[in-house]
């Protein structure tokens, strides 16, 4: 079997691949295959291929397990019999009953065949009908496809197919003609538990010589090692100990993503920050290109021992054909050390001299600065350097604003129509550049000389950005994973010398695995060590390998070719005067496909965690996402992407990635980065400018808190009742519950379509209720008023008989949530009608009388009616039983109101000073005279207008459930109107009126729920909704429903204000009894209410009681309370 391309081994090809093995019963639920025709994965992209079942079923007539080799973004099958190492080869090390046992729960076994079976590929590995281009690195269909079997002549053999298990291995096959009347091609795969390099006929000893022999090519018995053990054995060569451990176990390698990820989740959260060694660095870029983008900006680059200055002129055609022209400038070799002033004029000059060589004009440029180093953003324009590194050392910069220095320096050029708007790395570019309105790039992963990662993240998560929706773009640094030894057990003894060598010793460890510019020395290392070993240049002066550099990152990415690898080994080698073998040119090629296999595999270890993070903090089972790639490494090296794509795909089933070559995600990058921050800057002007009138400062409100005072003071007085908005009625319901009401009562609510009958126990342990729910008719809503009352007294009928209360005198408690003037506690005259009821003959009529008359028609004497209330009474009441010092109800619903237990010595409108009395105040129509015509905006005024009481209850209008939707539909209306809402496309489906209801507000307000959902909950109401759109109508609907929050806040401390100065008290200690879907279901209105309340009233001390049916139990209340002051005011 041989391995290399030396010349008498006369290959005809040398595909050296970097996978992942994985058994049946696992790759059967992530990657399905087609041996048939060689499907599977391709495209650049990363992710589950199809499967043709008949395919399937083929490969599985014959009865032996399968598992799937990803190999150079295919899926190529291997048919796995109970086979043992190849002959001569110790199967796995000495393999232990527990990992025979393991390997045969996988369908895969160290012991031989049976002799009745056979092992056989269905079809040809590389099919001449291929459809489409060939992939990246595979080798091109031809006469060397082959199959590989057990023929019929080696039943009972031992396999000379090595054992799988779960491995992460090495593939390399030769695309031999096949010997005359064979079609078997053998294939040496490096991994866990499986033969390792075995001898090399051909090539070492016995060159020539075509035969197999127990010996390798040190002239020792071959042997297997499991991957990453330590080998003491004379069986493992020093060249096979080398490719070992730099080869990582898939187990090694899932380690290393829990490690990311832990890492990656420390870094986020502000508290594990300290200890992460992935610093998480938010850059404040909330948005990725939508193609809108146009304008000219500026570019500074800075480059190891360059900076390049770039022009790009955006047309707004979708980033397609941006007009670009650049200059590079060589940095003097004393400024990476010297001064950061040095540094940053160096930078400014070479502005001023683009911008004089390209005559640009003298109008405002932004400038995106494109700075390489770990900084601490705390705005896209402002950034703190964290430590230099790639050889920079300027003094007097870390911890400095790098922004303000290069403005400084730039002003110091006399460019004050430059403007450094922007500042991002080359990762941040990277996405940006590979971006496009159609499908959004939101991870990017830079291999050149350092290693970066970036990803859009859920905003909330990022504990140390006060932003909590949406999502922004995190530069990760995650060249610095492993600094605190996390990945002590993948370093070999090359990397810590590498890293010794280094200019940061004990930092940057993942960099140093991963980076080129550090791979060349780990090559150099390895080779040293072998050399000192006698496993390379035997006999030859090896001191040119002592020297740092000699061995660069382009020299191991042109020896790794498998065309001209070799030829270029032979030339460098030769160039360090080491006059190699053809045998030593081989295994520098395998080292150096190893090191680079191995920077891949790890890149890609880091990705899949980046992209399992992304996946559950979506809350997704599925993630697709574009990942841009810039760096050398991938660029240059076609098996990097290769293998990438494999690691990712196993290590991350659930994501699928879209690899992206970036372009110039430096250059062109950061121009973009800087288009997309101006295009945002102007959306979000426009956008301040249709929500400023919704924005209510502390001023505004304590104008509402005394508007209101005014208005309640005008309502309670006799001679000015008239000209006040609130109405402030008295309810005469003079007394709250004290806990020694008892007995049996009946309640009826009217309020809506529906009403209810009720029948009330109360008893010293609690209160026991049993209701029944009636209809109403719209045609006796909107009938006589006979025939309302009628029905009411039909119902309450049935209720009593079904109850069995047969002519029971029970006091009747009458809910009667419609605007009317009290004239005693049983007596309320209807002022109007209101929520669809149009009875005709009501309004100015008492209605207790109506109930009553309706009774006699019906011939029920038994009926007692002693209270009349509306729902906002009740719900004080009912929540004054359980707290004694509840003197206040609230609704706040599909309507809003409120009343409170007011001194009779300030109530002018009813006779007597002695005690208290609730006064329903109708707050709803606070307003109607035109004292809140200030805080009413055009989007009040519009749901005013189409309301069916326009210019009546103003307040409602801007606080309750009924209107909060109306007033957001009006606002997104004005925003797509301005161009920065659904494209600026006008939606019909937005044109409805009550499209969105107050549920929607509550529900896309949800904590937790994120932006995905937000736009599926917009695209069921076919509002073609993106992620961008999706942020600003959650912003919207929060600034809608903290409003109404704060203005009910307004009323409520104008309430307790008003009954401290009444009571004369320095500190009132005040329970509010507080009912509607708003308050209750919304998840912020009732925190923003609170909050508010405390800083407009800071002398009271407020707390709310949810009520519990107050409409019901508080009529029924109310009927007790009344009782009870008759029993205590009878003779005894």
């Known amino acids: 079997m041989c391995v290399c391309r030396c010349a008498p081994c006369s290959g005809d090809g040398n595909i050296f691949m970097y996978v992942f093995m994985k058994l049946r019963r696992e790759m059967e639920e992530r990657c399905r295959f087609s041996p048939g025709n060689g499907e599977g994965r391709g495209g650049g992209v990363v992710g589950a291929a199809r499967c043709r079942p008949a395919a399937r079923t083929a490969w599985h007539r014959v009865g032996i397990p399968a598992v799937s080799v990803p190999l150079a973004g295919l899926c190529v099958p291997i048919g796995l019999g109970r086979c043992g190492p190849p002959n001569g080869v110790r199967g796995g090390g000495g393999a232990s009953a527990a990992s025979v046992a393991e390997a045969t729960a996988s369908g895969v076994s160290n012991r031989p065949p049976s002799p009745s079976c056979s092992i056989r590929a269905v079809g040809?590995?590389?099919?001449?009908?291929?459809?489409?281009?060939?992939?990246?690195?595979?080798?091109?269909?031809?006469?060397?496809?082959?199959?590989?079997?057990?023929g019929l002549e080696q039943r009972g053999r031992a396999s000379p197919m090595p054992v799988l298990n779960r491995c992460v291995g090495t593939v390399m096959w030769e695309l031999h003609p096949p010997a005359h009347g064979s079609n078997d091609c053998p294939i040496a795969i490096v991994g866990h538990s499986c033969a390792l390099y075995p001898r090399q006929p051909g090539r070492d000893s016995d060159r020539g010589s075509v035969h197999t022999s127990s010996c390798d090519a040190e002239g020792r018995a071959p042997g297997s090692l499991q991957m990453g053990a330590q080998d003491r054995g004379p069986s493992c060569t020093p060249v096979q100990r080398a490719l070992l451990s730099l080869t990582p176990t898939l187990e090694r390698l899932q380690e290393v993503k829990g490690r990311v990820l832990e890492a990656l989740e420390q870094g986020l959260s502000q508290q594990g920050q300290a200890r992460s060694t992935m610093q998480?660095?938010?850059?404040?870029?909330?948005?990725?290109?939508?193609?809108?983008?146009?304008?000219?900006?500026?570019?500074?680059?800075?480059?190891?021992?360059?900076?390049?200055?770039?022009?790009?002129?955006?047309?707004?055609?979708?980033?397609?054909?941006?007009?670009?022209?650049?200059?590079?400038?060589?940095?003097?070799?004393?400024?990476?050390?010297?001064?950061?002033?040095?540094?940053f004029d160096f930078i400014a000059q070479c502005l001023k001299s683009f911008l004089q060589e390209i005559g640009s004009p003298q109008h405002r440029l932004p400038l995106g600065f494109v700075f390489p180093f770990s900084c601490r953003q705390t705005g896209l324009d402002k950034a703190e350097l964290i430590s230099w590194s790639k050889g920079f050392q300027c003094s007097d910069v870390e911890g400095k604003d790098v922004v303000q220095l290069l403005q400084a320096a730039i002003s110091k050029q006399k460019l004050n129509h430059v403007e450094v708007v922007a500042l991002l790395n080359n990762t941040v570019g990277t996405m940006m550049t590979c971006s496009t309105p159609e499908k959004p790039c939101e991870v990017a992963l830079v291999v050149g000389s350092g290693t970066n990662c970036c990803f859009m993240a859920e905003s909330h998560l990022l504990e140390s950005v006060k932003v909590s929706s949406g999502r922004m773009c995190v530069n990760s640094e995650w060249g610095c994973l492993g600094d605190d030894g996390a990945l002590d057990s993948l370093l070999t003894s090359y990397d810590h010398r590498v890293d010794r060598e280094s200019s940061n010793p004990g930092e940057r460890r993942f960099e140093k695995l991963v980076g080129s510019l550090y791979l060349g020395e780990i090559v150099r290392h390895a080779m040293l060590t072998l050399a000192s070993e006698q496993a390379l240049f035997v006999g030859r002066n090896t001191s040119s390998l002592a020297t740092r550099g000699v061995l660069t990152a382009q020299h191991v990415l042109e020896i790794m070719d498998n065309e001209n690898g070799m030829a270029k080994a032979q030339s460098v080698l030769e160039a360090l005067g080491l006059q190699p073998s053809e045998q030593d040119c081989c295994r520098v090629q395998q080292l150096c496909r190893a090191v680079v296999s191995r920077a891949a595999a790890l890149s890609a270890t880091g990705l899949a965690?980046?992209?399992?993070?992304?996946?559950?903090?979506?809350?997704?089972?599925?993630?697709?996402?574009?990942?841009?790639?810039?760096?050398?490494?991938?660029?240059?090296?076609v098996r990097f992407?290769?293998?990438?794509?494999?690691?990712?795909?196993?290590?991350?089933?659930?994501?699928?990635?879209?690899?992206?070559?970036?372009?110039?995600?430096?250059?062109?990058?950061?121009?973009?980065?800087?288009?997309?921050?101006?295009?945002?800057?102007a959306q979000r002007n426009k956008v301040e400018q249709v929500l400023a009138p919704m924005r209510l400062n502390h001023a505004d409100l304590q104008h509402v808190q005394a508007l209101m005072m005014k208005e309640m003071e005008r309502g309670l007085d006799r001679e000015r009742n008239a000209e006040s908005s609130l109405r402030m009625l008295p309810t005469y319901v003079c007394h709250t519950p004290d806990g020694t009401e008892r007995g049996e009562f009946l309640a009826l609510d009217l309020g809506g379509t529906n009403f209810r009958v009720l029948v009330v126990h109360v008893t010293e342990e609690d209160i026991r209720m049993n209701s029944k729910i009636y209809a109403i008719p719209t045609a006796i809503m909107q009938g006589t008023g006979e025939a309302l009352f009628d029905h009411i007294m039909d119902c309450i009928m049935d209720f009593q008989k079904k109850q069995e209360l047969g002519n029971q005198d029970l006091p009747l408690g009458f809910t009667f949530s419609f605007p009317c003037k009290q004239l005693g506690l049983d007596k309320a005259v209807l002022l109007t009608w209101t929520k669809g009821f149009n009875a005709s003959g009501c309004v100015g009529q008492d209605v207790v009388q109506m109930l009553r008359d309706a009774a006699q028609r019906k011939q029920n004497t038994a009926l007692k009616v002693v209270a009349v209330v509306n729902d906002t009474v009740g719900t004080m009441m009912a929540c004054g039983y359980h707290d004694p010092k509840c003197e206040i109800g609230l609704i706040v619903g599909t309507g809003t109101n409120a009343c409170y237990m007011e001194e009779m010595a300030k109530v002018g409108t009813v006779e007597g000073d002695e005690g208290r009395m609730c006064i329903n105040m109708e707050w709803g129509a606070f307003g109607d005279n035109g004292c809140l015509d200030k805080f009413f905006t055009s989007f009040d005024q519009q749901v005013d207008e189409k309301s069916i009481n326009a210019g009546k209850q103003r307040f409602e209008k801007l606080i309750s459930g009924m209107y909060l939707g109306e007033i957001v539909r009006h606002i997104l209306l004005a925003l797509v109107e301005e161009q920065v809402l659904l494209r600026g496309k006008p939606f019909h489906n937005l044109q409805k009126k009550d499209l969105l209801q107050t549920k929607f507000l509550s529900t896309i307000e949800t904590p937790g729920l994120s932006l995905l959902q937000v736009q599926g909950i917009l695209h069921n109401l076919e509002l073609d909704a993106s992620f961008e759109d999706s942020v600003l109508v959650r912003e919207v609907c929060h600034i809608v429903s903290r409003r109404a929050a704060h203005l009910c806040a307004a009323g409520m401390a104008a309430v307790v204000e008003k009954m401290r100065e009444s009571r004369g008290l320095e500190q009132l200690t005040i329970t509010v009894g507080v009912d509607g879907t708003l308050y209750k279901m919304h998840p912020h209105f009732s925190q923003n209410l609170h909050q508010m309340l405390q800083e407009l009233a800071p002398r009271c001390n407020v707390t709310f009681l949810q009520s519990e049916d107050g409409s019901g139990k508080g009529a029924a209340l109310v009927a007790a309370v009344f009782c009870r002051q008759a029993s205590h005011s009878s003779p005894q």
């Open 124 to 150: 040809p590995l590389f099919p001449q009908a291929m459809s489409g281009p060939p992939r990246r690195g595979a080798p091109q269909s031809g006469p060397n496809n082959f199959m590989w079997r057990v």
């Open 641 to 681: 992407g290769e293998i990438m794509r494999s690691v990712v795909g196993l290590l991350a089933p659930e994501c699928t990635a879209y690899l992206v070559p970036s372009g110039d995600g430096s250059g062109l990058g950061a121009a973009i980065v800087t288009a997309v921050a101006l295009r945002l800057e």
């Open 609 to 637: 965690a980046v992209l399992s993070h992304m996946c559950h903090s979506r809350q997704l089972e599925q993630l697709a996402v574009s990942v841009g790639v810039d760096g050398e490494l991938y660029h240059t090296s």
């Open 280 to 343: 998480m660095l938010p850059t404040f870029i909330c948005s990725t290109p939508d193609g809108t983008e146009k304008g000219d900006v500026l570019v500074a680059e800075l480059w190891q021992s360059r900076v390049r200055t770039l022009w790009a002129s955006l047309a707004g055609d979708g980033n397609q054909n941006p007009q670009l022209k650049h200059h590079i400038y060589d940095m003097p070799g004393n400024i990476p050390q010297g001064s950061g002033e040095a540094l």
